[in-house]
């Protein structure tokens, strides 16, 4: 059987490493490389800042107003042209009256 003494003894360090950190830390020296190294800063997502936010909010208002714009005046052409139509349907029917109503006097 070994010797206790000569089993757990601790030789110092040959060469002059800073000690590792506390237990359960992994020492990253030269001898280790790091687990995980950080991202490059080009593949991180950019979130949108304040101003370009209320930006695409004043770009989407702009959008629903022209659209909302553009219905309102399709449908008062369509009410316009309505209109007309029933104007001119009524003179044509006026102008039958006329022609038949003193055709049949003479």
Known sequence: MANPATVHRVTPPSDK???CGPVGHE???KTHLPLHS??????R????????K??????????LLQIG???FLAF????????EDGT???????????ISSSGSSS
Not at 38 to 43: N, T
Not at 88 to 98: D, H, Y
């Open 76 to 83: 008062k052409r369509w009410q316009l042209k309505k209109l």
């Open 45 to 52: 997502k950019e979130r949108l800042n304040f101003g370009k």
């Open 88 to 98: 001119r349907e009524r003179r044509s029917a006026r102008r039958r009256l006329r």
């Open 54 to 63: 209320l930006g695409l909010l004043f770009v989407g208002i702009g959008v």
């Open 38 to 43: 950080p991202p490059p800063p080009h593949l």
């Open 69 to 71: 714009l553009g219905g």
């Open 17 to 19: 490493r800073p000690p």
């Open 27 to 29: 020492c990253r020296n």
